[in-house]
């Protein structure tokens, strides 16, 4: 095993890729580098600023490969190529710059000095110049340079050329280089997951994937594979991420969600075999059901795709006997409850956990519905829970399925509102009372999701900015009961728009429990009374304040057996002390009803103490509630102070999570 130091200029680099003779290893990852990241790099070399170097592998041994993001095809080799290691994206972003590649037209303002991507703006102002042509060595600088100046720019000719000229030598920069040569392919993958996790280049899916990869080879492209047949079946969701988490989840007995190299290495070949043809199995089985029960013929709609993982988990693990319409029932009842109460809301890999290992027990579908904790008490949508949800609620989801179950149809073309994967159209919403007819009400209210329905941007444009009571006719009622519309004719001005909100409200809420309790199995009703849950008859809802000149006030009321509570908090400090602890784990304090506060971490979990309640969740859960209470916010305008107490009785555990 040997290390050889060495160098190449960038236009040496750049041929090297073009003739095949750079390649990627199987365990690299995607092209990620956006535009102005590309522009980053060329600014940086062409002000001198330190680039990085570059790690290669070199080995007789022929290698899986993956295709550089390039645009174009290289040209078959016949010498070894080196496996680039470290500097896939800025080797890539070259190429694409010299070559240029549509989605790396970097452009020179020579007065400014400024490099972008293309816009607009850059392709009307003839000062611009794309980078590629000042690399074009058939351009001339002179002309290039009495082009700038006739087009207005202010610098001096001599300068001019100097900086164009400083651009085009980009090429005779120099990387420097480090070539791997006798070392393994496990060892190689060791290197990189090192290289790239102590830099943070690379997510822990990333290195996952990349060990998976060394551990098991050709695995990545089994995964792309299926990722493929997915994709070209509405389901592009299904991704090689999203698949390398099921198999982990089928691999590890107990169903952790660590993303560790030492768990990846100790799976054997057949336990990785048979785990993948499990997770194949469990998606043959799953996703037929979801078109079946939900009509659910793409996957960009589902809330979370990490909800699926532990099906995907019990619908493999099962033996070849048909499920019965029970099972399939207490399946689609399981994601429906799992999506409104926001499980996998964040990325918990906790809750991934512990239903995976629910999955895999023998008695699976009860373990998971008791993850939920349905046995009992029944969930149940009310026009309160939709109060102010937009479309980032969960709510969303289930406002599609309830009107597509109910034959809801796009009100200019007639047809479905949820196309399948060969669809002209794609889901969209827009508003029944247009916007233009709300200036009085605020932006949380137009944007309610009672407010929005399924229609197509022609459905939209045809509505403009006619009333309900203009285009409601034309419509007709068929067409409004469908999306669940209420027939109401004074409802239809924007003078009673906040009567309309309640009114629709309670039918899309009406709606969604009897979905939910069309699917919920009938033995769990059948089960004897238990002890009420700790949380029953009591509740919290959160509402956001703000303006454009202040992070407002965020206003809990809460209600706990027979009383009612409320405060509020700065919104900016309660930010600050959630980030805190969520991010960093360093407990803090905050002012709710004027009273200070404690923040506390508690392993994986944040509590703060408001009113009756000890508010606790995940750290990923707090920070997903507080963006959710942002995408309802509502103008501080309508805050009204009330007199706040501090909370002096008992205090009940209460999920974050469980909050409206």
């Not at 971490?601 to 000890?614: K, Q």
Request: aromatic share 8%; glycine share 6%.
């Amino acid at each position: 095993m040997q290390v050889d130091r060495t160098d190449r200029t960038v236009g040496e680099l750049m041929e090297q890729i073009s003739r095949s003779e750079i390649k990627l290893p199987e365990l690299q990852r995607d092209f990620v580098w956006k535009p102005t990241q590309v522009a980053k790099l060329i600014d940086s070399l062409y002000r001198g600023f330190p680039s990085g170097s570059l790690l290669f592998w070199q080995t007789d041994d022929e290698q899986r490969v993956r295709e550089m993001a390039l645009g174009m095809t290289p040209s078959p080799t016949w010498r070894a190529p080196l496996y680039l290691l470290d500097g896939q994206q800025r080797l890539t972003s070259l190429h694409r710059v010299f070559t240029g590649h549509a989605q790396a037209q970097i452009v020179f303002h020579v007065d400014a000095e400024k490099f972008q991507n293309q816009s607009a703006a850059t392709k009307a102002d003839s000062k611009w110049v794309k980078v590629a042509e000042i690399l074009n060595r058939d351009v001339g600088i002179i002309q290039l340079t009495r082009r700038l100046r006739r087009a207005g720019c202010i610098t001096p000719e001599v300068e001019v050329e100097r900086r164009l000229s400083r651009i085009r030598n980009l090429a005779d920069h120099r990387f420097q280089m480090e070539v791997l040569r006798g070392f393994s392919h496990r060892e190689i993958a060791e290197i990189f997951i090192r290289v790239n996790s102590g830099g943070r280049h690379l997510g822990t899916l990333d290195l996952a994937i990349s060990t998976l990869s060394a551990r098991w080879p050709g695995a990545l492209v089994k995964l792309q594979r299926e990722a493929d047949l997915w994709r070209r079946r509405g389901y592009g969701d299904i991704d090689v991420g999203l698949l390398s988490r099921a198999l982990a989840g089928m691999v590890h007995d107990r169903g952790h969600i660590s993303w560790s190299p030492a768990l990846l290495e100790k799976a054997t070949d057949e336990q990785l075999t048979e785990s993948w043809h499990k997770v194949q199995l469990g998606l043959k089985r799953l996703i037929p059901l979801l078109k079946k029960n939900l009509r659910l013929s793409r996957s960009d709609v589902l809330p979370s795709m990490a909800a699926v993982i532990p099906l995907i988990v019990f619908l493999g693990e099962r033996d070849d006997k048909p499920l019965d319409p029970e099972t399939s029932d207490a399946i689609i009842y399981w994601l429906l409850v799992a999506t409104i109460r926001s499980r996998y809301g964040a990325a918990s890999d906790t809750k991934l956990s512990q239903d995976i290992r629910a999955a895999r027990k023998p008695d699976a579908i009860n373990e998971l519905l008791s993850n939920l904790d349905v046995f009992q008490t029944r969930p149940q949508v009310t026009a309160k829970s939709l109060d102010g949800r937009t479309r980032e609620s969960p709510y969303y989801f289930l406002s599609l399925l309830v009107a597509q179950l109910n034959g809801a149809t796009d009100w200019w073309s007639g047809a479905e509102i949820l196309p399948g994967p060969d669809g002209d159209q794609k889901l969209e919403h827009h508003h029944i009372h247009p916007v233009a007819t709300l200036d009085e009400y605020d932006k949380a209210e137009v944007n309610d999701l009672a407010n929005l329905i399924f229609i197509s941007a022609r459905a939209n444009r045809r509505i403009s900015y006619k009333s309900p009571r203009d285009y409601f006719p034309e419509v007709g009622e068929r067409g409004l009961v469908a999306h669940y519309v209420p027939l109401d004719e004074s409802l239809r001005d924007a003078i009673n728009f906040r009567g309309f909100l309640a009114a629709r409200r309670q039918l899309l809420a009406e709606a969604m429990t009897a979905l939910l309790d069309k699917f919920r199995p009938e033995w769990l009703d059948k089960l004897p009374a238990g002890p009420a849950a700790s949380t029953d008859g009591m509740s919290l809802r959160l509402d956001l304040f703000t303006s454009a000149w202040d992070a407002g006030r965020m206003v809990f009321t809460a209600s706990a057996n027979g009383t009612s509570w409320v405060g509020s908090a700065s919104m900016e400090d309660l930010e600050q002390a959630i980030s805190d602890a969520a991010i960093a784990g360093i407990p803090g304090d905050v002012e709710i009803a004027r009273e200070s506060m404690p923040v506390e971490v508690i392993e994986d979990s944040v509590e703060i103490a408001v009113g009756p309640f000890l508010l606790t969740g995940a750290s990923e859960e707090w920070l997903q509630v507080l963006k959710r209470e942002k995408e309802s916010q509502r103008s501080l305008a309508f805050y009204k102070a009330v007199e706040e107490k501090p909370w002096l009785g008992d205090r009940a555990k209460f999920q974050i999570t469980d909050s409206d």
